[in-house]
C-alpha cells in the first residue's frame, strides 16, 4: 500500500525543520489553532471523574445523541443515538465504511470525482473495490457535473464518495449543483453514498456568496442509503484527539449494525475521557469555531491574490477547507537555477522544499487529472502565507 503523500511531506518538512531549516509548511492539513479551552477541561473533567474504563463500542449515550442532535438540527439529517459511532478520526470512519459495503472480489466500482484527498482512493481498493476516478480541473472550479457523474456510473456501482468543502480543491459545490448531483443519484438506488463533511464548518460565503453546506444525508431520497461522515479535528482543531463520527441511519439500522460490529473487532470505542469532550466540542463552542472560520475564510482570500499575481500559476479561489490547489503546467520541463528539472509536480515540490524550503503536497496522489497540481493548505499565519508565497513566486521566477 502507498503511504500517505499528505503525511510524507509533513514529516520530511519536520525533519527538515528539526535540522535547523527555515521552513514554511504548507504541507499538512491540519489548523494551527489550539483545542478550545473549555473542550480540553471537558476531558480533564472526565479523567478526574474516572471515565477510563471501556466504553460502548460505538461511544456513550451522552455523545451518541449529541452528535444525532446536531445532525438532525443543523443538517436535517433524519437518525437517532444508535445510528451513530465515534470513530478514531474521520479516516477510521471512512475505512470501516468502504469495508461495510464493498463486497470484494465482486466487481464492484465506488466513484470518486478527482481531485480528491490523498486517502480515499487507497481505502476503496484496500475495501476491494476499482476506484473510477471523475476528472476536474482548475477552470470549472474542481467540480463534478450531473452528466459527468450519470456518465460513470454502471451496473456495478457500488457507491461514491463525496467531499463538499473539498481537499484537496478548497471549492464547495454550490446549493444548486449539489442538487443536481443528488438528483443523478436519486435515480440509482444501488449506490451508497459516503459523504465525507469533515470541513462542513469552514465556508466562505464572503468570498462566494450563498454559499452554505448541504449534507445528501438529507435528502429523503438518499437518507436509507448515506453515511454521512464528520470528524472534530478541522472545525474544532482536535487533530491530534482523533475523534470522528458517522451516521449510517439507514436499512432499518442494518448498515450501522455491521459497521459497529466491525469497529468491536478491530478498535472498540474511541478513549472514554474524550466523549464529554465531544459533547462540549458540540454543544458549547459556536463562538470558537466561527472566530477560527473568520480567520481562514480571510487566508482564502489572501492566498487567492497572491497566487494569482505569480505568473506560470493557474489558480482559482478557495470557498471552504483551507486548501489552495494551483495548477502548475507551465512549469514542466524548465530546470532550477541548481539544475533541477521540473519534470512532474513531485519534482515541483521536492526542489520547492530543497531549494526554498517551502513544503507543499505534490499533485499526484490526489488522482490522475492533478498530476499537474501541488497542494498549498494555508492553515498557517498570515506572515507564513505571505513569506512562503513570497518564497514560491521567487522559485517559480527562476525558472529557466
Ligand atoms: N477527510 C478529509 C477530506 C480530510 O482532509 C481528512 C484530514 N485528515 C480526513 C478525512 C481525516 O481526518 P481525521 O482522521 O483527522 O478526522
Ligand atoms: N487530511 C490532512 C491532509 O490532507 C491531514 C493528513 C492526512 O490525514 O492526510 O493533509
Known sequence: MKESATLAVAAKAAALKAAGKPVIGFGVGEPDFDTPV??????KQAIDKGM??????????????AIAKKLREENGIACNAQDITLTVGAKHAIYMSLMAIIEPGAGDEVILPTPAWVSYKPLIELAGAACIEVPSSVVTNFKMTAAQLEAAITPRTRAIVLNSPSNPCGTVYTVKEFAALIDVLAKHPNITVVSDEIYEKLIYPEIEAGLKHVSPGADARLADRTITINGMSKAY??????????????????LAKEIIKLQ???TNSIPSFI???VVEALTNCAASVETMRKSFAARAGLVYELLRGIKRLNVCKSTGAFYSFPEIHACKGLQTPAGRVIDSAQAFAEALLEEHFVAVVPGE?????ARENIRISFACSEANIREGLARLDKFVNSLA
Open 38 to 43: 473549555n473542550i480540553c477541561e471537558a476531558a
Open 52 to 65: 477510563t474504563r471501556y466504553a460502548p463500542t460505538p461511544g456513550d449515550k451522552a455523545s451518541r445523541e
Open 237 to 254: 482543531a482536535m487533530t491530534g484527539w482523533r475523534v470522528g463520527y458517522l451516521a449510517a441511519p439507514g436499512k432499518n439500522g442494518l
Open 264 to 266: 468491536g473487532q478491530m
Open 275 to 277: 466523549m464529554p469532550a
Open 365 to 369: 496522489d490526489f488522482g490522475e487529472c
